[in-house]
T-cell receptor, first 111, second 116 residues
Framework: DTEVTQTPKHLVMGMTNKKSLKCEQHMGHRAMYWYKQKAKKPPELMFVYSYEKLSINESVPSRFSPECPNSSLLNLHLHALQPEDSALYLC??????????FGQGTRLTVV | AQSVTQLDSQVPVFEEAPVELRCNYSSSVSVYLFWYVQYPNQGLQLLLKYLSGSTLVKGINGFEAEFNKSQTSFHLRKPSVHISDTAEYFC??????????????FGQGTTLQVKP
C-alpha cells in the first residue's frame, strides 16, 4: 500500500463552521505533513509531525489546528476560516530524506 | 536556508518533441533534489529524486534529470513527450542535515503544455 488517503475530496464550509480534514497512510512513515496550495502556486508547508509529535509549525494561524492521533492518521481541524483560506490542502508522508508521498488533496472552499 | 528557481513558468512543446524543464537551487547545506508532477485536480506524484551516487537519475514515465553541483542545477528532460505529459512540474529540495524533517522547498512550478 503506497497511498496517502485524504477525506473529504471537496469541502464547502461557512466562516462560522467547524470541520476536519483527515489523512491516513499505512506505509509505516513516521513523518507526516500538511501543505496548503493556492491555484497556480507551489505547495506551502503548514505543519510537520515526526513520530506523532509536532515538530514544525510554519506560523500558521490558530484557526488551523493539527492533530496526530496515531502513526497512521493526521487530522487538520478548521474553525472560523476566512475566504482567503480556500485552497487545496495536501497531506503527505515520508520515511525521510524528503521523499514524500502525497494524497490527492481536499479542495476547500470557504463561503 | 534553501531556495529553488524554476526558470520557465510555461513550456509549450509539440508532441514527440524533446523537452527540458530547468531548475536551479541555492543552499548553504547539502540537499536532496526532487521533481514532482501534478496533474489537474490531483496531488503531487514523485517523478524522480537525487539522493547520492550517479548524477544522472532516471524516473517514471521516461523522464530523467541530471544533477550538476557546480552549476547548482537539476534540469528535467524527456526525449519525446506525449499529450499525457501535460501537467505542472515542481522542482524541490530537502535539507540533508541530521535534523532533516523531510521538509520540501518547492520552486514556483513549470506548466508543460504538449500540443498535438
Amino acid at each position: 500500500d503506497t497511498e496517502v488517503t485524504q477525506t473529504p475530496k471537496h469541502l464547502v464550509m461557512g466562516m462560522t463552521n467547524k470541520k476536519s480534514l483527515k489523512c491516513e497512510q499505512h506505509m509505516g512513515h513516521r513523518a507526516m505533513y500538511w501543505y496548503k496550495q493556492k491555484a497556480k502556486k507551489p505547495p506551502e508547508l503548514m505543519f510537520v509531525y515526526s513520530y506523532e509529535k509536532l515538530s514544525i509549525n510554519e506560523s500558521v494561524p490558530s484557526r488551523f489546528s493539527p492533530e496526530c492521533p496515531n502513526s497512521s492518521l493526521l487530522n487538520l481541524h478548521l474553525h472560523a476560516l476566512q475566504p482567503e483560506d480556500s485552497a487545496l490542502y495536501l497531506c503527505a508522508s515520508s520515511l525521510g530524506q524528503g521523499k514524500a508521498f502525497f494524497g490527492q488533496g481536499t479542495r476547500l472552499t470557504v463561503v | 536556508a534553501q531556495s529553488v528557481t524554476q526558470l520557465d513558468s510555461q513550456v509549450p512543446v509539440f508532441e514527440e518533441a524533446p523537452v527540458e524543464l530547468r531548475c536551479n537551487y541555492s543552499s548553504s547545506v547539502s540537499v536532496y533534489l526532487f521533481w514532482y508532477v501534478q496533474y489537474p485536480n490531483q496531488g503531487l506524484q514523485l517523478l524522480l529524486k537525487y539522493l547520492s551516487g550517479s548524477t544522472l537519475v532516471k524516473g517514471i514515465n521516461g523522464f530523467e534529470a541530471e544533477f550538476n553541483k557546480s552549476q547548482t542545477s537539476f534540469h528535467l528532460r524527456k526525449p519525446s513527450v506525449h499529450i499525457s505529459d501535460t501537467a505542472e512540474y515542481f522542482c524541490a529540495v530537502s535539507d540533508r542535515g541530521s535534523s532533516n524533517t523531510g521538509k520540501l522547498i518547492f520552486g514556483q512550478g513549470t506548466t508543460l503544455q504538449v500540443k498535438p
